[in-house]
């Protein structure tokens, strides 16, 4: 992750809102209020999230959709990306799968929406994810290589098997009968 210590400030200003048995019930309603809108109409939002931008303001708009998700659905779970989280609702519908891929070739302009609904998702099925890595990987969405689409269909598609033992043996030069016996 290459998140500074500012990013990081942000985020951990996000957790403490929601912080059990301390929530700042009227914060995360003043985060909702931005969901699907763009941040100059987000005037709830602004005291929250203007503190930490950064200088630059070419990435401003990922601090306000990542503080109106938050507000959406603010529970946290380290090292879980966007694909790890959303992995278990596989089994639970075959539109999950379709849902993910729309939303690994959204346009940034479309992002928000996608995520969005992502994160609606998460929420009915109490799938938490890392705020952390998601501000991170927003802000890296546009790398030409898709590192982020990358590391999240992996996270998604990731094989069951846990160990090495229990994958089937690919190798050709193995007789069929042979690892029948073994079963």
Same mark, same amino acid.
């Given at each position: 992750?290459?998140?500074? =210590?500012?990013?990081?400030?942000?985020? *951990? !200003?996000?957790?403490?809102?929601?912080?059990?048995?301390?929530?700042?019930?009227?914060?995360?309603?003043?985060? $909702?209020?931005?969901?699907?809108?763009?941040? *100059?109409?987000?005037?709830?939002?602004?005291?929250?999230?203007?503190? !930490?931008?950064?200088?630059?303001?070419?990435?401003? $708009? #990922? !601090? !306000?959709?990542?503080?109106?998700?938050?507000?959406?659905?603010? =529970?946290?779970?380290?090292?879980?990306?966007?694909?790890?989280?959303?992995? +278990?609702?596989?089994?639970?519908?075959?539109?999950?799968?379709?849902?993910?891929?729309?939303?690994?070739?959204?346009? +940034?302009?479309?992002?928000?929406?996608?995520?969005?609904?992502?994160?609606?998702?998460?929420?009915?099925?109490?799938?938490?994810? %890392? #705020?952390?890595?998601?501000?991170? %990987?927003?802000?890296? #969405?546009?790398?030409?290589?898709?590192?982020?689409?990358?590391? #999240?269909?992996? &996270?998604?598609?990731?094989?069951?098997?846990?160990?090495?033992?229990?994958?089937? &043996?690919?190798?050709?030069?193995?007789?069929?009968?042979?690892?029948? %016996?073994?079963?």
């Amino acid at each position: 992750m290459s998140l500074d =210590e500012r990013q990081r400030s942000f985020v *951990g !200003y996000l957790l403490s809102l929601a912080k059990e048995g301390h929530e700042d019930r009227g914060a995360l309603a003043d985060l $909702r209020s931005g969901l699907g809108r763009e941040p *100059g109409q987000m005037a709830r939002v602004h005291k929250h999230v203007v503190p !930490y931008l950064p200088e630059a303001r070419s990435n401003d $708009r #990922w !601090y !306000y959709v990542t503080a109106s998700l938050f507000g959406l659905f603010p =529970e946290h779970r380290k090292g879980l990306t966007l694909g790890a989280a959303f992995r +278990p609702l596989r089994q639970k519908s075959d539109s999950m799968e379709a849902r993910f891929v729309a939303l690994l070739n959204a346009h +940034p302009d479309d992002l928000d929406d996608h995520l969005r609904h992502a994160v609606s998702l998460l929420k009915a099925n109490e799938q938490r994810l %890392d #705020w952390f890595r998601l501000l991170d %990987d927003l802000l890296q #969405w546009d790398h030409p290589e898709g590192h982020v689409q990358l590391r #999240w269909a992996r &996270d998604f598609y990731k094989s069951d098997f846990n160990t090495a033992g229990d994958a089937p &043996d690919l190798n050709p030069n193995t007789d069929r009968k042979e690892n029948q %016996d073994h079963e």
